[in-house]
């Protein structure tokens, strides 16, 4: 793999007395959208470019564990908490550096922005290229990093580049989107973070750190072509059809409300919708070798695998058919192995349960444990492995557990 040559200058250092906001620290179960997991020994809120680089730098070179928390919505952190620095970026704001009807809107957003207020002001903008991934929860800098995705978009189709804080060099290194190196639900930052040979190499915060993400979209009031079949029925076009950017985003709310898989409605609502107390889809769909996938039930999901990486600067693209690879539900293979939607492995009372809209949702049902919810992860993938062979990945980043 080419690593990446640009770079700009480094970021000076800061006071850490006075220019670093470290705050007291909080548990993890604040931090996270499962709302489990034990204290932090550190904690810093980074309101500035600066700030949050030295609380990076600060870490690294005293040898402490970092792990970087944006909207906590994909994070399963241990009932004991995390023994290092929790760095949290609050940095907020969308700063437009072009838009014509040639070029496009070129736009750069820094990692705190909240991903979803991002989807929405780029519809009010007639920015085309995320409609369709309303609704996730977390932040821009985490869009890359995992190359999120729903409804036949995913954000490599929208990037140009990514800003970051390398952390091996000790300075900023900005990645083009051809280095970035996307794929389903990863990408070179993703592969960064890993152990290797029993010690941990850049865990649980990749070796790059975003700092800003910058995209090139689209102008026009129609989406993207829909790409997904249940999509494209709810807003009654044909899959390839476009629609009003507005209504595939209302249509993407609404599916995703009907899942339990948005956010609102939480914090100080006098009954908690425990279905939301979750990461979202908990497994990733498998990608397999086509002769692997014939070899699953004729009624299976199939569907096709497309290169992430875009074909234009200008938005999103379908990418060319990948013919050795074939990708199937997660979901589907979950219901088929026998487990139904609102299953736990102490029955209807267990703390940790799977959702009762959606069986790729694993939920605290408002007292479950981080081993709770481990323990019906390892329950799911077993059950998957025994009946298929197939071996689920979990997509959140699991924080002193694994499966």
């Not at 100080?268 to 692997?292: C, H």
Request: aromatic letters at 6%; one cysteine or more.
């Amino acid at each position: 793999m080419t690593l990446p040559t640009q770079s700009s200058p480094v970021v000076p250092a800061t006071d850490t007395a006075t220019d670093r906001a470290a705050v007291a620290p909080p548990t993890l179960s604040e931090l996270t959208t499962f709302r489990v997991g034990g204290p932090a020994d550190a904690y810093v809120e980074a309101t500035t470019e600066a700030e949050l680089v030295d609380a990076v730098r600060t870490a690294d070179e005293a040898g402490q564990p970092l792990l970087m928390v944006g909207g906590g919505s994909n994070l399963l952190v241990a009932d004991e908490g995390f023994g290092g620095v929790v760095v949290r970026d609050l940095r907020q704001g969308v700063r437009v550096e072009a838009e014509d009807t040639c070029g496009g809107a070129s736009a750069t957003v820094p990692a705190g922005h909240d991903w979803d207020a991002f989807v929405a002001e780029a519809v009010d903008n007639e920015w085309v290229g995320v409609e369709a991934l309303s609704g996730i929860p977390g932040t821009m800098g985490a869009a890359p990093v995992q190359n999120i995705g729903a409804y036949g978009q995913e954000v490599a189709g929208v990037i140009s580049t990514v800003r970051t804080w390398d952390r091996a060099e000790s300075r900023v290194r900005t990645l083009a989107v051809g280095e970035l190196g996307f794929g389903y639900r990863t990408s070179l930052l993703k592969r960064t973070m890993r152990v290797t040979e029993g010690a941990d190499v850049w865990y649980p915060t990749p070796r790059y750190v975003v700092l800003d993400v910058m995209v090139q979209m689209r102008l026009g009031s129609l989406s993207a072509p829909v790409g997904y079949a249940e999509l494209a029925r709810r807003l009654g076009v044909q899959v390839g059809e476009r629609a009003p950017s507005a209504e595939v985003r209302r249509a993407v709310l609404e599916l995703r409300a009907g899942k339990g898989m948005l956010l609102d409605g939480l914090g100080g609502a006098p009954t908690p919708d425990y279905d939301r107390w979750s990461a979202g889809s908990f497994f990733t769909n498998p990608v397999l070798p086509a002769d692997l996938a014939d070899e699953l039930p004729a009624d299976a999901p199939r569907y096709p695998v497309r290169s992430a990486t875009p074909a234009t600067s200008t938005g999103p693209s379908l990418g060319a058919v990948d013919a050795s690879l074939v990708k199937t539900s997660a979901a589907w293979l979950i219901e088929r192995a026998g487990f139904t939607k609102g299953f736990g492995v102490a029955g209807e009372h267990s703390p940790a349960r799977l959702s009762t809209r959606h069986t790729l949702a694993l939920t605290n049902r408002g007292g479950a444990t981080a081993a709770d919810l481990v323990a019906l992860a390892r329950a799911v993938r077993d059950g998957v492995r025994d009946t298929f062979g197939i071996e689920l990945e979990p997509e959140p980043v699991l924080v002193g557990l694994a499966l």
